[in-house]
Nanobody, 124 residues
Framework: QVQLVESGGGLVQAGGSLRLSCAAS????????MGWFRQAPGKEREFVAA????????RYADSVKGRFSISRDNVKNTLYLQMNSLKPEDTAVYYC?????????????????WGQGTQVTVSS
């Protein structure tokens, strides 16, 4: 069992930055690939980014490529999402989860142990 707790969300103006954190407890964090998803009001949850256990390989949704960066600290058992050049369309609840397949899948069905989410609101 893995417990995940997201933090770092908030209200920011367009063009601003935020860094989200996902603290993991329970089983060994370093053995899992991890991912970030987001869900905007009235929309389905969508893939944002994923990272392999070692951090050597990362994958991004086209909508965030070049603006967001996923990283991890396996000593601190923490996953991060650095978000720069934020746009109003980035407004959503952001979730971290364990990629049980380890393939950096973009499908939420491949993920387990979801956190409770953190709200990001970008004003225009």
């Amino acid at each position: 069992q893995v417990q995940l707790v997201e933090s770092g969300g908030g209200l920011v103006q367009a063009g601003g930055s935020l860094r989200l954190s996902c603290a993991a407890s329970g089983r060994t964090f370093s053995t899992y690939a991890m991912g970030w998803f987001r869900q905007a009001p009235g929309k389905e949850r969508e893939f944002v980014a994923a990272i392999r256990r070692s951090g050597a390989t990362r994958r991004y949704a086209d909508s965030v490529k070049g603006r967001f960066s996923i990283s991890r600290d396996n000593v601190k058992n923490t996953l991060y999402l650095q978000m720069n050049s934020l746009k109003p369309e980035d407004t959503a609840v952001y979730y971290c989860a364990v990629d049980r397949s380890g393939t950096l899948s973009g499908h939420e069905d491949e993920y387990d142990y979801w956190g409770q989410g953190t709200q990001v609101t970008v004003s225009s």
